[in-house]
Protein backbone atom coordinates (compact mmCIF):
# COMPACT_ATOMS: atom_id res chain seq x y z
CA UNK A 1 0.00 0.00 0.00
CA UNK A 2 1.40 3.53 -0.69
CA UNK A 3 2.31 5.99 1.88
CA UNK A 4 0.92 9.19 1.71
CA UNK A 5 2.38 12.57 2.52
CA UNK A 6 -0.41 14.76 2.57
CA UNK A 7 -3.95 14.16 3.41
CA UNK A 8 -5.97 14.69 0.02
CA UNK A 9 -3.73 12.14 -1.88
CA UNK A 10 -6.29 9.64 0.00
CA UNK A 11 -9.39 11.13 -1.29
CA UNK A 12 -10.52 9.25 -3.93
CA UNK A 13 -12.01 11.69 -5.75
CA UNK A 14 -8.40 13.35 -5.90
CA UNK A 15 -6.79 10.25 -7.05
CA UNK A 16 -9.65 9.95 -9.96
CA UNK A 17 -9.76 13.43 -10.91
CA UNK A 18 -5.90 13.23 -11.06
CA UNK A 19 -6.66 10.19 -13.73
CA UNK A 20 -8.38 12.64 -15.23
CA UNK A 21 -6.16 15.12 -15.79
CA UNK A 22 -3.44 12.15 -17.51
CA UNK A 23 -6.61 11.15 -19.79
CA UNK A 24 -6.69 14.49 -21.33
CA UNK A 25 -2.98 15.54 -21.50
CA UNK A 26 -3.35 11.41 -23.71
CA UNK A 27 -6.12 12.78 -25.40
CA UNK A 28 -5.05 16.27 -26.20
CA UNK A 29 -1.77 15.29 -27.81
CA UNK A 30 -3.60 14.79 -31.44
CA UNK A 31 -5.74 17.55 -31.45
CA UNK A 32 -5.18 20.43 -34.25
CA UNK A 33 -2.02 22.62 -33.68
CA UNK A 34 -4.50 25.48 -34.10
CA UNK A 35 -5.57 24.51 -30.78
CA UNK A 36 -2.68 24.53 -28.80
CA UNK A 37 -3.78 27.84 -26.95
CA UNK A 38 -7.33 27.08 -27.11
CA UNK A 39 -9.14 24.46 -26.56
CA UNK A 40 -6.60 22.32 -25.59
CA UNK A 41 -4.84 24.73 -23.16
CA UNK A 42 -9.08 25.73 -22.04
CA UNK A 43 -9.10 21.95 -21.55
CA UNK A 44 -5.91 21.25 -19.70
CA UNK A 45 -6.13 24.04 -17.28
CA UNK A 46 -9.59 22.85 -16.17
CA UNK A 47 -8.46 19.53 -16.21
CA UNK A 48 -5.65 20.44 -13.52
CA UNK A 49 -8.02 22.74 -11.93
CA UNK A 50 -10.07 19.63 -10.35
CA UNK A 51 -7.51 17.91 -8.47
CA UNK A 52 -5.86 21.59 -7.43
CA UNK A 53 -8.98 22.81 -5.71
CA UNK A 54 -9.80 19.33 -3.76
CA UNK A 55 -6.21 19.66 -2.36
CA UNK A 56 -6.32 22.71 -1.75
CA UNK A 57 -9.54 22.60 -0.32
CA UNK A 58 -8.46 19.99 2.11
CA UNK A 59 -6.10 21.83 3.79
CA UNK A 60 -8.69 24.27 4.90
CA UNK A 61 -9.99 24.22 8.60
CA UNK A 62 -13.44 25.27 7.93
CA UNK A 63 -16.44 23.49 7.06
CA UNK A 64 -17.07 26.75 4.82
CA UNK A 65 -13.86 26.66 2.90
CA UNK A 66 -13.59 22.84 2.44
CA UNK A 67 -17.18 22.97 0.33
CA UNK A 68 -16.11 26.04 -1.49
CA UNK A 69 -13.08 24.52 -3.20
CA UNK A 70 -15.38 21.79 -3.56
CA UNK A 71 -17.33 23.56 -5.17
CA UNK A 72 -14.85 24.89 -7.33
CA UNK A 73 -13.27 21.99 -8.45
CA UNK A 74 -17.00 20.62 -9.24
CA UNK A 75 -16.76 23.60 -11.52
CA UNK A 76 -13.92 22.84 -13.42
CA UNK A 77 -14.99 19.27 -13.81
CA UNK A 78 -18.46 20.29 -15.50
CA UNK A 79 -16.60 22.88 -17.72
CA UNK A 80 -13.95 20.33 -18.46
CA UNK A 81 -16.99 18.19 -19.82
CA UNK A 82 -18.32 20.95 -21.85
CA UNK A 83 -14.77 21.09 -23.16
CA UNK A 84 -14.78 17.53 -24.43
CA UNK A 85 -18.66 17.55 -25.61
CA UNK A 86 -17.23 20.33 -27.82
CA UNK A 87 -13.84 18.74 -29.26
CA UNK A 88 -15.80 15.28 -29.84
CA UNK A 89 -18.74 17.77 -32.28
CA UNK A 90 -15.21 19.65 -33.81
CA UNK A 91 -13.84 15.54 -34.45
CA UNK A 92 -11.14 16.50 -32.39
CA UNK A 93 -12.34 13.40 -29.73
CA UNK A 94 -13.57 10.37 -31.21
CA UNK A 95 -16.35 8.75 -29.52
CA UNK A 96 -14.51 6.45 -27.66
CA UNK A 97 -12.32 8.75 -25.93
CA UNK A 98 -15.35 11.13 -25.15
CA UNK A 99 -16.55 8.00 -23.78
CA UNK A 100 -13.65 7.37 -21.59
CA UNK A 101 -13.89 11.27 -20.43
CA UNK A 102 -17.96 10.68 -19.69
CA UNK A 103 -17.02 7.47 -17.56
CA UNK A 104 -14.54 9.09 -15.31
CA UNK A 105 -15.88 12.79 -15.32
CA UNK A 106 -19.45 10.42 -13.76
CA UNK A 107 -17.85 8.19 -11.12
CA UNK A 108 -15.88 11.59 -9.42
CA UNK A 109 -18.68 13.97 -10.10
CA UNK A 110 -20.86 11.15 -8.22
CA UNK A 111 -17.76 11.06 -5.49
CA UNK A 112 -17.92 14.64 -4.90
CA UNK A 113 -21.33 14.92 -4.41
CA UNK A 114 -20.74 12.56 -1.30
CA UNK A 115 -17.63 14.35 -0.17
CA UNK A 116 -20.27 17.56 -0.08
CA UNK A 117 -22.92 15.66 1.83
CA UNK A 118 -20.20 14.46 4.55
CA UNK A 119 -18.50 17.82 4.99
CA UNK A 120 -22.25 19.52 4.75
CA UNK A 121 -23.41 16.37 7.42
CA UNK A 122 -20.15 17.61 10.00
CA UNK A 123 -20.86 20.41 12.54
CA UNK A 124 -16.82 21.00 11.98
CA UNK A 125 -14.68 19.72 9.81
Not at 23 to 46: A, C, G, H, W
Request: glycine share 2%; hydrophobic share 35%.
Amino acid sequence: MREYEFSFEKLIAWQKSKDIVLLIYEVTDDFPNNEKYSLISQMRRSAISIPSNLAEGSSRKSKKDKLRYLQLSYGSLMELYNHCLIAADLHYLSQIDLERVRSLVHEVANIMNGLRKSYSNKETV
